[in-house]
């Protein structure tokens, strides 16, 4: 049997012998089947959330997405006492976090990081430098959530959005209004603080907060004695004003420093540490961002039909100072406008959507060609949806126009099926694409890398199917999800004879990703709740297993609560499996591959309430003081506490 025919069995297994364990009304019982079916249609669409990124116009709902689809709230990330938000990203299914002081990635489905598109407040914040966006700076503002679209959503968004879209947002002044902040303190010298206001009326609101993260670190190389600490600053607001009926106005602005130490890997042939990571004072990193975003939003026809325009900028800097290493200074920036134009056909079940975009993307290298370099683009895009009562279906097409590479075509085709009250059947098929970044492009360090200016686009090509299961009146929801991807063109590094010098090529065989995502989440009374999940991801090139990406990856979260809030627990296991990495201690190019160990962290923490508003809380990080590297021979963090005191009014 092939594999597509197994997978359609094992979906229809699933829901022959699930049927009878969902066999349990979810909405109040009807006099008709007419009315039943308008009940549950009420029902679904005034509980379902909001998924702002799965369409261009903002207004699908989580159940009637036909992909994979996570949602952090912010009460979990309160419960959590999650600081960074890359934490946060550890306990979605197929979702991979690695990284080194001064660059944390995530990889989603066994791809690189830069095809994960980031949005904050709906501004794009990936460095056109290198593409990606570093995780490690996003901190977790008191009120925020978290969506993750898993799959490919190009068709939508673009060239970065090859295998899903991570969204950040910040609440607003209406959905969090008043002054919180906390403060707390602990190991290594930690010190992290965060403060809210926020405030709405009739028409209008806006909300301003500030995030201090500052750590003297600890030793990430190995026998190493140099602390690596590092200290981020966020500053950010955002608001919205009505100025006529159906006519709206909007602005987010964000600001990012964040300063710290690196140690280098010693690359002198010969040397007894070469390849490893070593102390080295003096290594120190400054990231620099500004983001802003202005938007207007029109609705006409009652509501049926609405025009949305906006205008984002994004100013990227990054410098390293390393007096025995190599040193770099880039600015990088971003121009986007969009306009987006939805109508509903008099809030019926059908949508179109049309968007297009208009993107600038510069970037220098001020140490070496200090020449700034630009690429621009223009997207254009189609929607259909339709979402019924048991049956969703959406479309879309995009069209980009490159000025430096081909254009592109991308497309993705989603259907769910409801087929029981508790029973849903989706399945999706896309097609991404990634172009190269400036530094692929033009980047340049002597005796070390060099650009290639002839790399061609990266194109993908996926399809899952998946499986929502309720349970226990909708306490207990279960989702599985198979998925497979092929990768075309692929960019690497090579190390091309007779200087051995680094610099990236497309490949000319294909890269394969597929695997299983399964999450859980469950209300289990007596103020307990559980979120687990699981993914097993297999990401090979031309059979050899890709690095960083760990074939299993686990996590359980069980909370508690009492019933007057007065006191509160939260207990975090989080499974990362064995992974392959480079080896650059043999002196061999290219580097051989080694094992990089699989490792358990658990977090635990717990809160009291001390009076109204106020409220003391405590956690230890890496309770069993697990020892692990993320990347060969970087030491991560070991066992830490903190303490601290927060207030709401």
Same mark, same amino acid.
């Given at each position: 049997?092939?594999?597509?025919?197994?997978?359609?069995?094992?979906?229809?297994?699933?829901?022959?012998?699930?049927?009878?364990?969902?066999?349990?009304?979810?909405?109040?019982?009807?006099?008709?089947?007419?009315?039943?079916?308008?009940?549950?249609?009420?029902?679904?669409?005034?509980?379902?959330?909001?998924?702002?990124?799965?369409?261009?116009?903002?207004?699908?709902?989580?159940?009637?997405?036909?992909?994979?689809?996570?949602?952090?709230?912010?009460?979990?990330?309160?419960?959590?006492?999650?600081?960074?938000?890359?934490?946060?990203?550890?306990?979605?299914?197929?979702?991979?976090?690695?990284?080194?002081?001064?660059?944390?990635?995530?990889?989603?489905?066994?791809?690189?990081?830069?095809?994960?598109?980031?949005?904050?407040?709906?501004?794009?914040?990936?460095?056109?430098?290198?593409?990606?966006?570093?995780?490690?700076?996003?901190?977790?503002?008191?009120?925020?959530?978290?969506?993750?679209?898993?799959?490919?959503?190009?068709?939508?968004?673009?060239?970065?959005?090859?295998?899903?879209?991570?969204?950040?947002?910040?609440?607003?002044?209406?959905?969090?209004?008043?002054?919180?902040?906390?403060?707390?303190?602990?190991?290594?010298?930690?010190?992290?603080?965060?403060?809210?206001?926020?405030?709405?009326?009739?028409?209008?609101?806006?909300?301003?907060?500030?995030?201090?993260?500052?750590?003297?670190?600890?030793?990430?190389?190995?026998?190493?004695?140099?602390?690596?600490?590092?200290?981020?600053?966020?500053?950010?607001?955002?608001?919205?004003?009505?100025?006529?009926?159906?006519?709206?106005?909007?602005?987010?602005?964000?600001?990012?420093?964040?300063?710290?130490?690196?140690?280098?890997?010693?690359?002198?042939?010969?040397?007894?540490?070469?390849?490893?990571?070593?102390?080295?004072?003096?290594?120190?990193?400054?990231?620099?961002?500004?983001?802003?975003?202005?938007?207007?939003?029109?609705?006409?026809?009652?509501?049926?039909?609405?025009?949305?325009?906006?205008?984002?900028?994004?100013?990227?800097?990054?410098?390293?100072?390393?007096?025995?290493?190599?040193?770099?200074?880039?600015?990088?920036?971003?121009?986007?406008?969009?306009?987006?134009?939805?109508?509903?056909?008099?809030?019926?079940?059908?949508?179109?959507?049309?968007?297009?975009?208009?993107?600038?993307?510069?970037?220098?290298?001020?140490?070496?060609?200090?020449?700034?370099?630009?690429?621009?683009?223009?997207?254009?895009?189609?929607?259909?949806?339709?979402?019924?009562?048991?049956?969703?279906?959406?479309?879309?097409?995009?069209?980009?126009?490159?000025?430096?590479?081909?254009?592109?075509?991308?497309?993705?085709?989603?259907?769910?099926?409801?087929?029981?009250?508790?029973?849903?059947?989706?399945?999706?098929?896309?097609?991404?694409?990634?172009?190269?970044?400036?530094?692929?492009?033009?980047?340049?360090?002597?005796?070390?890398?060099?650009?290639?200016?002839?790399?061609?686009?990266?194109?993908?090509?996926?399809?899952?199917?998946?499986?929502?299961?309720?349970? =226990? @009146?909708? /306490? &207990? +929801?279960?989702?599985?999800?198979? #998925? $497979?991807?092929?990768?075309?063109?692929?960019? !690497?590094? %090579?190390?091309?004879?007779?200087?051995?010098?680094?610099?990236?090529?497309?490949?000319?065989?294909?890269?394969?990703?597929?695997?299983?995502?399964?999450?859980?989440?469950?209300?289990?009374?007596?103020?307990?709740?559980?979120?687990?999940?699981?993914?097993?991801?297999?990401?090979?090139?031309?059979?050899?297993?890709?690095?960083?990406?760990?074939?299993?990856?686990?996590?359980?979260?069980?909370?508690?609560?009492?019933?007057?809030?007065?006191?509160? =627990? @939260?207990? /975090? &296991? +989080?499974?990362?499996?064995?992974? #392959? $990495?480079?080896?650059?201690?043999?002196?061999? !190019?290219? %580097?051989?591959?080694?094992?990089?160990?699989?490792?358990?962290?658990?977090?635990?923490?717990?809160?009291?309430?001390?009076?109204?508003?106020?409220?003391?809380?405590?956690?230890?990080?890496?309770?069993?003081?697990?020892?692990?590297?993320?990347?060969?021979?970087?030491?991560?963090?070991?066992?830490?506490?903190?303490?601290?005191?927060?207030?709401?009014?």
């Amino acid at each position: 049997m092939n594999r597509l025919g197994f997978l359609h069995g094992a979906a229809l297994s699933a829901l022959v012998f699930g049927a009878p364990l969902a066999a349990q009304d979810s909405v109040p019982a009807a006099d008709t089947d007419e009315e039943a079916v308008e009940l549950r249609a009420h029902v679904r669409s005034a509980t379902s959330p909001i998924v702002v990124t799965a369409s261009r116009d903002g207004s699908l709902g989580v159940d009637t997405f036909t992909g994979s689809l996570s949602l952090i709230t912010p009460e979990q990330i309160e419960r959590r006492q999650v600081r960074d938000i890359a934490d946060v990203l550890r306990d979605v299914p197929g979702v991979a976090v690695s990284g080194v002081p001064g660059q944390t990635q995530i990889r989603i489905r066994g791809t690189e990081a830069n095809h994960v598109l980031v949005l904050v407040d709906g501004i794009e914040v990936s460095d056109p430098n290198n593409g990606e966006f570093d995780i490690g700076t996003l901190q977790a503002e008191i009120g925020s959530s978290l969506e993750v679209l898993r799959g490919p959503q190009s068709a939508l968004y673009g060239n970065d959005a090859v295998v899903g879209v991570v969204a950040y947002n910040t609440a607003s002044g209406r959905e969090l209004a008043g002054f919180s902040a906390f403060l707390e303190g602990g190991t290594n010298s930690t010190f992290n603080g965060s403060a809210r206001y926020g405030a709405g009326g009739d028409g209008w609101d806006f909300a301003l907060s500030a995030n201090l993260v500052s750590t003297d670190g600890e030793p990430n190389a190995r026998e190493g004695a140099r602390n690596i600490g590092r200290d981020s600053y966020t500053v950010s607001g955002k608001g919205s004003v009505e100025i006529a009926d159906g006519f709206a106005l909007r602005a987010v602005g964000r600001y990012v420093q964040t300063e710290g130490e690196f140690n280098d890997q010693d690359f002198v042939f010969g040397s007894p540490t070469a390849g490893f990571v070593i102390d080295s004072p003096g290594n120190e990193f400054d990231n620099e961002a500004l983001y802003a975003l202005i938007g207007a939003r029109f609705e006409a026809l009652d509501g049926s039909w609405t025009h949305d325009l906006s205008a984002q900028i994004a100013d990227i800097n990054r410098s390293t100072t390393a007096p025995t290493g190599f040193p770099s200074d880039t600015e990088s920036d971003r121009f986007k406008a969009s306009y987006v134009t939805a109508y509903d056909f008099g809030r019926s079940e059908h949508t179109v959507t049309f968007a297009a975009d208009y993107e600038v993307e510069g970037f220098n290298n001020i140490l070496t060609f200090d020449d700034r370099r630009e690429i621009e683009n223009v997207g254009l895009v189609g929607e259909y949806r339709y979402t019924g009562d048991r049956f969703d279906f959406a479309a879309a097409l995009r069209h980009d126009i490159n000025d430096r590479f081909q254009d592109a075509t991308t497309f993705r085709v989603g259907a769910g099926i409801r087929v029981t009250d508790t029973t849903r059947l989706r399945a999706a098929i896309g097609t991404g694409v990634k172009n190269p970044t400036f530094g692929e492009l033009f980047g340049f360090f002597d005796g070390l890398f060099v650009g290639n200016p002839d790399l061609q686009p990266e194109e993908s090509t996926s399809w899952e199917i998946g499986l929502d299961q309720d349970f =226990a @009146n909708g /306490a &207990v +929801r279960v989702s599985l999800t198979y #998925f $497979d991807a092929e990768l075309e063109n692929e960019i !690497f590094t %090579a190390f091309p004879p007779p200087a051995f010098v680094q610099t990236p090529g497309n490949r000319n065989t294909d890269s394969t990703q597929h695997g299983v995502e399964f999450a859980v989440s469950a209300q289990l009374g007596s103020g307990f709740s559980f979120n687990g999940a699981y993914s097993f991801v297999d990401a090979e090139e031309d059979g050899v297993e890709e690095v960083r990406r760990p074939d299993h990856l686990a996590s359980a979260i069980l909370n508690w609560a009492a019933p007057d809030s007065a006191f509160s =627990a @939260n207990l /975090a &296991v +989080r499974y990362n499996g064995e992974a #392959f $990495d480079s080896d650059f201690t043999t002196g061999a !190019f290219p %580097a051989p591959v080694t094992t990089l160990d699989d490792y358990v962290l658990v977090n635990l923490n717990a809160g009291v309430k001390l009076a109204k508003g106020i409220a003391a809380f405590g956690r230890v990080e890496n309770l069993l003081d697990e020892q692990y590297e993320q990347v060969f021979t970087f030491v991560a963090p070991g066992r830490t506490a903190l303490i601290g005191i927060e207030a709401r009014f």
